[in-house]
């Protein structure tokens, strides 16, 4: 991602160090909210999980290194913040209850796909969440495998194998949601 | 899958971690790795395009960020830098231990010796009575005053309450050079050993008058009790054969003249 205008320094007086994270981390707002979304499978908790790591990184910013990628520190960081919060979220017993998703009628699917976005969406949310995120790091990201192997301090071999199965169980998920729509269509 | 490369090889060559020629080249002859490839490229994109089209408001969450980042304007500081500063503060007060410690020893030390000096030059020269060369006029004693202590009016304004000025001279405690005034009620005589401080000492000298002499204080030294105290550029050293809490007082009207 390429660093766009500010819209405002912190302080009127330019602090070097606030601009510096401005210009190196900010800016992975919004892909850093991308992916909580498909992690956290809820918008307000996504917004929550990257205000708090966005803090973190910045009350922990003379850790960060120039030069290193600052986009996997801070998907490193909202990582770790998830995993803490995991705990929380396990321990108040929320559940995710895949019936919440609808299937999508015919009409709203994409033209360049035979499945909508939101197909897709309710397919990722299914996964196990090791898959999701690897998938999500990957393959929307961008993050190469080795990067991937340090954000989440595991093995490639273990990203690698954990990005194959992420594939295949979306695929097949997606499969029998267009078996059950062929058959609705069917008997339409 | 048959070729047993493609499932290993296939995330590392999407994500751009191999570009080798032999593998651009198994690609081209391999139609399974190909196909894998082609496979996996697409879903990825799909994804990708699922992912990204979907519509998300940053712009409340980034001023929400920004007010928060304002609030903790002082950020905190890496961990080797905070050890760093807690190691220089930890020295620091180290070495303020070790200079108080040291101080405070030689301080005593110091201060007992001359209060010995004071005690024995009192027995000696006033209560003895030795041959001394004493001066006794006014006058003479006022010029003394000015240049031994720097003030000619120092002798009349110690002079403790019913007491009056025998003689003064000039005399060696410890090492350092006193004025030595001998007062008088009538029946008792007690000497006030006073001194001007050196302009010139250094640092160290000043902080080991102040263990020296921290405030007013008074200690028995054989038969006598001795006083000392110092205020502002002078020391004033008492010695009476008055029990301690008189001269306690003596020593602290004396210093509050000075």
């Known amino acids: ?188 | 899958m048959i070729c047993s490369q493609s499932e290993r090889v296939t995330e590392a060559y999407l994500s751009g971690e191999i570009d080798e020629p032999a593998w651009r080249k198994h690609l081209d002859a391999c139609p399974d790795c190909s196909a894998k490839l082609q496979t996996e490229s697409e879903f990825d994109h799909l994804v990708r395009h699922a992912v990204t089209s979907e519509r998300l408001q940053t712009r409340q969450l980034e001023a929400h960020v920004r007010a928060a980042m304002r609030e903790s304007i002082t950020p905190i500081r890496h961990p080797i830098l905070l050890s760093w500063r807690y190691g220089i503060a930890a020295a620091v007060a180290l070495f303020f231990v070790v200079i108080a410690t040291v101080g405070y020893a030689k301080g005593r030390i110091e201060r007992t010796a001359l209060c010995i000096d004071a005690a024995d030059d009192h027995q000696e020269e006033v209560v003895a009575k030795s041959p001394r060369k004493w001066r006794t006029e006014n006058a003479d004693v006022r010029a003394l005053a000015q240049r031994i202590v720097g003030d000619p009016s120092v002798p009349d304004r110690i002079v403790p309450a019913g007491y009056h000025l025998v003689g003064a001279r000039v005399c060696l405690l410890h090492g350092k050079r006193y004025m030595h005034l001998d007062y008088s009620d009538g029946s008792n005589e007690i000497s006030l050993f006073v001194r001007h401080q050196d302009p010139s000492k250094s640092l160290a000298a000043h902080v080991l008058d102040w263990f020296q002499f921290p405030g007013p204080s008074t200690e028995r030294v054989d038969t006598f009790a001795v006083g000392a105290v110092q205020k502002d550029k002078l020391s004033l050293v008492l010695v009476s054969s008055a029990p301690v809490p008189q001269a306690e007082k003596i020593v602290a009207e004396a210093g509050g003249r000075l």
């Open chain 1, 1 to 188: 991602m390429t660093a766009r205008p500010l819209r405002g320094s912190i302080l009127d007086g330019g602090d070097s160090r606030q601009l510096q994270f401005e210009q190196l981390a900010l800016v992975h707002l919004r892909a850093l909210l991308r992916a909580a979304v498909r992690l956290a499978r809820d918008v307000s908790t996504a917004e929550d999980l990257v205000q708090e790591a966005m803090l973190r990184a910045w009350r922990h910013f003379d850790r960060f290194q120039p030069g290193t990628n600052c986009k996997a520190w801070l998907f490193r960081i909202m990582l770790n913040c998830w995993s803490t919060r995991h705990q929380q979220i396990r321990q108040e017993a929320v559940q995710f209850f895949p019936e919440q998703y609808a299937e999508c009628s015919a009409g709203e699917r994409a033209p360049a796909s035979r499945f909508s976005p939101e197909e897709i969406h309710n397919s990722i949310d299914l996964l196990n969440e090791d898959y999701r995120t690897v998938l999500i790091l990957f393959a929307v990201e961008g993050f190469s495998c080795k990067e991937i192997a340090e954000i989440l301090g595991v093995p490639i071999g273990t990203v690698m194998s954990r990005l194959s199965r992420a594939r295949t169980q979306v695929r097949d998920d997606l499969a029998k949601r267009e078996a059950r729509y062929m058959k609705a269509k069917a008997r339409l």
